[in-house]
T-cell receptor, first 112, second 112 residues
Framework: SQQGEEDPQALSIQEGENATMNCSYK?????LQWYRQNSGRGLVHLIL?????REKHSGRLRVTLDTSKKSSSLLITASRAADTASYFC????????????FGRGTSLIVHP | DAGVTQSPTHLIKTRGQQVTLRCSPI?????VSWYQQVLGQGPQFIFQ???????GRGNFPDRFSARQFPNYSSELNVNALLLGDSALYLC???????????FGPGTRLLVL
């Protein structure tokens, strides 16, 4: 079973708009990571947020973490066609396993 | 510096055959993890190795096995292939087994 679940499953927007993806998880975590995957290729790490952090920024990316709701969001501002990809959240359980567990992903399409 | 490399890039096998996939981690990384990604799903954890020892195993049958060599490269073996083993097999490396995973491009396996 998946630890993290992304929402929505698919998102279609116009270039320049913002894209928001959400991730919910079930158990306490050490950290949460977001990855991007282009066309079934290898995943690229975007950002890591620790359980004691609430918000993190990296360029056009903004990630928030709400441990009380067991949820995270990824915001991509001023989207570009090159942002078209699948986005996954990955969590590692604070129960002792540091192995990240991935959700099913959000498929983002940015129309030029 | 070279990233994570995997070979082969594509592979076609028939049911019942055996397959070996190879992964070379980033120089200096001592941990390698293997994931299976079925079309439309997120990566599913198979194995993690650190310093040549198995550190974690996902919910996969005994047909799946792996090992890590003294140079930290790794092989994933799958015996008695089933149609359902068709997937993208991803290898990821980390310096010490926790935190950000650096993924290779994957090996796409098709079982006919």
């Amino acid at each position: 079973s998946q630890q993290g679940e992304e929402d929505p499953q698919a998102l279609s927007i116009q270039e320049g708009e913002n894209a928001t993806m959400n991730c919910s998880y079930k158990t306490s975590i050490n950290n949460l990571q977001w990855y991007r995957q282009n066309s079934g290729r290898g995943l690229v790490h975007l950002i890591l947020i620790r359980s004691n952090e609430r918000e993190k920024h990296s360029g056009r990316l903004r990630v928030t973490l709400d441990t009380s709701k067991k949820s995270s969001s990824l915001l991509i501002t001023a989207s570009r066609a090159a942002d078209t990809a699948s986005y996954f959240c990955a969590t590692d359980s604070s129960g002792g396993s540091y192995i990240p567990t991935f959700g099913r992903g959000t498929s983002l399409i940015v129309h030029p | 510096d070279a990233g994570v490399t995997q070979s082969p890039t594509h592979l076609i096998k028939t049911r019942g055959q055996q397959v070996t996939l190879r992964c070379s981690p980033i120089s200096g990384h001592k941990s390698v993890s293997w994931y299976q990604q079925v079309l439309g799903q997120g990566p599913q954890f198979i194995f993690q190795y650190y310093e040549k020892e198995e550190r974690g195993r996902g919910n996969f049958p005994d047909r799946f096995s792996a090992r890590q060599f003294p140079n930290y490269s790794s092989e994933l073996n799958v015996n008695a292939l089933l149609l359902g083993d068709s997937a993208l097999y991803l290898c990821a490396s980390t310096p010490q087994g926790v935190g950000t995973q650096y993924f290779g491009p994957g090996t796409r396996l098709l079982v006919l």
